[in-house]
């Protein structure tokens, strides 16, 4: 029988670096796991894309792509396929003055457009041709949500006007899906005499997220602020996404279900021809929201499906300009004046675009409407402020 031992194996000197790389989650699992080890790591970061400040950092971005497309043998770009590129870079990054400098992204664009170029360079018609395609293969999802919107499964109003009644922005992000993109969502407000509660109606069937239920008490807090009373108004509203039946978060909709509540409150239509996207703080003034080119893409598409009537539009926060970076379709229409988009800086700036009516101020304005319907309710007998039974109740005691 043979036994085998363990083989002795001296110590050797050994000199090395050890080069962790890995997103902030997997970092903080290191530290917990070797703090020691973490506490003698040096810690840095790589710069994903690159803040395009002059010209010099735009001339450092264009060598940067030349180099990608040199170290993947990928055909390089003529002189006036780089807006396009450009603008597709904003798009990615989310910003017009941000570009990305992943080589993976870079690459990705480049091969896909080799195929129609066959002289080493990319042309504009070539890389517009391109990204055109990839939105067909890419756009299955967003085709067949819109033809629900276009066969009225969904509803969503492009025309017209109604009292508490707002087209929001949403924007959808199947897992496994390329590319997230936005549709129209119906927001509606209804309001009746009661107590001063304020119904979200996705919180209460625990549909609402809470970021979202942030927004809703800010944009009450708002209103509560501005109407100043001395008493509980004598109001009650319910406000709600319709035809929704997922969880909705995230705060992009509180100034159009603010917008929704004040023509409720006032009795006064909105333009359905509208749409908006943007939250609001308790001060009323318009915040930057994302996915603000999806947004209105998603919106742009149902109105041109109908029909493009000069009346359509979008609001978005001002903030939010220098994200912008939309498809050909859009710019076309905007130019042509078919097609609009408002940039606004406080709900005061909205409402008027609406409503027709502003918000405060000389004349007839939304919140001397609510003071007067206000006070008139408050002038009506306290018998018709409650239900039934209790009425009931009341004339059974007096008598």
Not at 201 to 226: D, P, S, T, Y
Not at 234 to 250: C, H, K, M, N, R
Not at 352 to 373: A, F, K, S, V
Not at 378 to 392: D, I, V
Request: hydrophobic residues 40%; glycine residues 6%; aromatic residues 8%.
């Amino acid at each position: 029988m043979h036994v085998r031992y363990p083989v002795s194996i001296p110590s050797m000197p050994l000199t090395l670096k050890v080069v962790l790389m890995g997103d902030r989650d997997s970092l903080a699992d290191f530290e917990e796991m070797e703090p020691e080890l973490a506490e003698t790591s040096l810690y840095s970061e790589f710069e994903d894309n690159l803040q395009i400040s002059d010209e010099e950092t735009l001339k450092q971005w264009c060598q940067w792509v030349w180099n990608v497309a040199r170290e993947k043998s990928l055909p390089g770009l003529a002189a006036d396929a780089w807006p396009l590129l450009m603008q597709e870079g904003a798009r990615d990054s989310g910003d017009q003055e941000i570009m990305p400098l992943c080589p993976l992204w870079i690459a990705r664009q480049l091969r896909e457009a080799a195929p129609f170029t066959d002289n080493g360079i990319i042309n504009a018609e070539q890389l517009k041709t391109m990204l055109e395609q990839r939105q067909w293969r890419e756009g299955f999802l967003a085709e067949r949500m819109q033809d629900e919107i276009l066969l009225e499964q969904i509803l969503i109003e492009t025309e017209g006007e109604c009292i508490g009644q707002i087209n929001a922005l949403s924007v959808i992000d199947f897992p496994g899906h390329p590319r997230p993109f936005g549709e129209p969502s119906r927001i509606t407000c209804v309001v009746h005499i009661g107590d001063g509660e304020f119904t979200d109606v996705e919180r209460k069937a625990e549909l609402g997220g809470n970021i979202h239920a942030k927004g809703m008490m800010l944009m009450q807090a708002f209103l509560m602020a501005e109407l100043d009373l001395e008493q509980q108004l004598p109001f009650s509203a319910s406000l709600t996404f319709e035809q929704s039946y997922s969880e909705v978060d995230g705060d992009s909709a509180s100034m159009a279900e603010l917008c929704a509540l004040i023509s409720a409150l006032a009795n006064v239509p909105i333009n359905q021809s509208i749409a908006m996207t943007g939250s609001v703080d308790q001060f009323g003034r318009a915040q930057p929201v994302g996915g603000l080119n999806e947004k209105i893409e998603g919106f742009f598409a149902i109105c041109a499906q109908r029909g493009l009537s000069g009346s359509q539009g979008v609001i978005i926060p001002s903030s939010n300009v220098r994200h912008l970076s939309l498809s050909t379709e859009v710019q076309e229409a905007v130019e042509a004046g078919t097609f609009s988009i408002w940039a606004i800086d406080d709900v005061s700036d909205a409402l008027p675009l609406l409503t027709q009516l502003n918000w405060d101020g000389e004349g007839q304005t939304l919140l001397q409407t609510i003071q007067e319907r206000i006070a008139q309710a408050t002038q009506q007998e306290p018998r018709h402020r409650y239900p039934w039974p209790l009425r009931w109740l009341n004339r059974a005691q007096s008598n």
